[in-house]
């Protein structure tokens, strides 16, 4: 989870396109940590001594104080691979596709799934010679795909990893399938096949779509509350001083903290 934080803070320290660069990078951290007495980059402690291999790192692999290190481009891209977002987003033996499709809906193309219906038994066949693409054709009835159109396409394409966020070729002794889809968004350029996650997450970082609903959030955390129909020209001029900046986030939160939503907004009680 710290070389996660610490590529975020980096990014954000660069503040350059960095959207894109949080979706799309392939370099990381990795057990990286700052000696409290020296201020030098020193090797984080870590349970596992052999953490670097949720990187897909070599089992020889030796630490080096100069990070972000490159990662191979085609196994990893943006905090969406990273190790500590898969693990987060899996159950504890296995990957969850559904909540990370949730997630990618949610969070990156703005969208909302309504929460399970109680009359609904929302679990996946217990049979470990399946593996979980085979166990989630049963979402696939008409009653559960009405839902899951919108999170199963866009959280499969994460099955190139495992539950500890290992980039993986073989599940169940048999080639791992990867494929998925963006769908649903409003947006027929944005919408389409892909072959993987990087794929994905690629395509969604150079969506117009994603970037407003970037800003959208940040607009959220800013403000303590959700945007209305009044806070529209607030929103237009910070996503305008994003683009216009090259991807600088403190200029969107220097837009957003000087806007009239801001400035004349109205604290609880009064």
Not at 13 to 32: A, G, I, M, P, W
Not at 35 to 64: E, F, I, M, Q
Not at 82 to 98: E, R, T
Request: with cysteine.
């Amino acid at each position: 989870m710290s070389d996660t934080d610490r590529l975020i803070m980096h990014i954000y320290e660069q503040d350059k396109n960095v959207l894109r660069e949080l979706l799309t990078t392939n370099r990381s951290f990795v057990q990286y940590g700052i000696d409290s007495k020296t201020r030098k980059p020193a090797r984080a402690r870590a349970r596992n001594l052999g953490a670097h291999l949720a990187y897909s790192l070599p089992p020889d692999w030796k630490w080096v104080p100069d990070q972000p290190i490159e990662l191979p481009g085609s196994q990893r891209a943006g905090i969406l691979t990273q190790p500590a977002w898969l693990v987060a987003k899996s159950g504890n033996f296995d990957n969850d596709a559904i909540r990370r499709g949730l997630w990618v809906r949610g969070k990156l193309l703005g969208g909302t799934i309504p929460d399970v219906p109680i009359t609904v038994d929302a679990q996946l066949p217990n049979d470990e010679t399946l593996t979980l693409r085979e166990k989630m054709k049963v979402t696939e009835e008409a009653y559960c795909w009405k839902c899951h159109q919108n999170t199963n396409p866009v959280g499969l394409p994460f099955e190139m990893f495992d539950h500890f966020g290992r980039w993986r070729t073989r599940e169940l002794g048999r080639p791992v399938l990867t494929s998925g889809a963006i769908n649903n968004s409003g947006l027929k350029a944005l919408d389409g096949e892909v072959t993987d996650a990087v794929a994905m997450v690629r395509k969604l970082a150079d969506s117009p779509r994603v970037r407003q609903v970037f800003v959208r959030h940040a607009f959220r955390y800013f403000m303590g509350r959700n945007e209305t129909l009044r806070d529209a020209s607030t929103l237009r001029r910070a996503d305008q001083a994003y683009v216009q900046s090259g991807g600088s986030m403190k200029q969107l939160i220097l837009s957003l903290l000087t806007s009239d939503s801001f400035l004349y907004r109205k604290t609880s009680g009064r």
